[in-house]
């Protein structure tokens, strides 16, 4: 046995109790132990006592007072930063139990752009096979990856897609993220365009419509500018920005107006896919995890569904571990 490990069993492992870390986070998030024992029903005296353990058994202090109440010292925030992960687990696990008990139930919380369509396609599978699943989907603004929601644990996983490779270099060291397939940029049409009957068309015949696109950093417009530039042509005026349904409906589906989209938004909305070559680039669809995060057997069945419709709409599925 480790020295280590000695001094964990001898000093921690049979003293730290999580109802201590618990007291002083809500102290902390209360500013004050009058406030935080109120708020869990609890004597300050005993609050008192709860910290007076941590601060012994840690031989650090904790708390300062201020002008403004109670603050945490370095200390307290350090070990308030891995008592996240300590409290998600547990939450985890009780989750867990109640699955293992009950297979069909729980929650799952999905964190994805608006105007990720495939989400409904794996949702609409997972709920068949456990209609008694709670899924709640959160609107993510981009970039999706970056986003802090899976590191606080507001998000079992998000969706998105990935506006490059998969490399090492653009996945965060705590992500996991699996590549289902790639959505594929395309040129797209009202079904009753001109543009529609057409079987061969050479991009810098759309130079004169009226365009509808994202803005110009977005990977819709990267993509339209580049198609022009391989052709030796500017990028044709856009008439309007924008990427919402409504728009598209408006603009795209019911009058005259061209725009790029992912083919699964296109088929989604119904809209005529326009035979134009554009440079190949990849733009896959994925799943990001965080890495040092059990997951729970409902997230796990959430995946196993989604890589069944990936694999239905030609993916293949690869996880990248950075």
């Known amino acids: ?44 005296p005993a609050v008192s006592a709860a910290i007076a353990n941590l601060e012994h058994m840690l031989g650090v202090r904790l708390l300062d007072r201020s002008p403004r109440g109670i603050e945490p010292t370095i200390y307290a925030d350090a070990i308030l930063k891995r008592s996240i992960a300590v409290f998600d687990e547990l939450k985890q696990g009780v989750k867990d139990v109640e699955a293992l008990a009950d297979p069909s139930t729980g929650e799952l919380r999905i964190g994805c752009p608006v105007n990720t369509t495939v989400v409904p396609l794996f949702i609409e599978r997972f709920s068949k096979r456990y209609p008694r699943v709670g899924v709640h989907v959160y609107d993510v603004p981009s970039p999706v990856i970056k986003n802090p929601g899976l590191r606080d644990r507001t998000y079992d996983l998000v969706i998105a897609r990935v ?32 543009w529609a009957r057409r079987r061969a068309i050479k991009i810098e015949e ?12 977005a990977w819709n417009y990267i993509g339209v500018a580049e198609a022009f ?17 409504h728009l598209l409906n408006h603009f795209v589906a019911n009058g005259s ?60 599925s690869r996880t990248q571990r950075s």
């Open 257 to 316: 107006y061209i725009t790029a989209m992912p083919k699964s938004v296109a088929r989604f909305c119904l809209l005529k896919i326009l035979p134009v070559k554009l440079p190949v680039r990849p733009w896959p669809v994925a799943i990001a995890t965080l890495k040092k995060r059990t997951l729970s057997p409902v997230v796990e069945r959430f995946i196993e569904c989604a890589r069944e419709v990936a694999k239905s709409m030609g993916g293949t």
């Open 229 to 245: 530039a391989a052709r030796g042509f500017e990028m044709p005026k856009v008439s309007v920005f924008g990427s919402s349904a």
């Open 206 to 217: 759309l130079s004169a419509e009226p365009w509808i696109l994202t803005h110009s950093d």
């Open 1 to 44: 046995m480790t020295s280590v490990t000695m001094e964990w069993e001898s000093r921690l492992g049979r003293r730290l109790r999580v109802r201590d870390l618990y007291i002083l986070s809500a102290v902390v998030k209360a500013g004050g132990m009058a406030k935080a024992a109120r708020q869990l029903a609890m004597t300050q």
């Open 163 to 194: 506006g490059s490779p998969l490399s090492k270099d653009a996945i965060d060291n705590d992500l996991n993220v699996e590549r289902l397939f790639d959505d594929p940029l395309v040129i797209a049409a009202g079904p009753r365009s001109a």
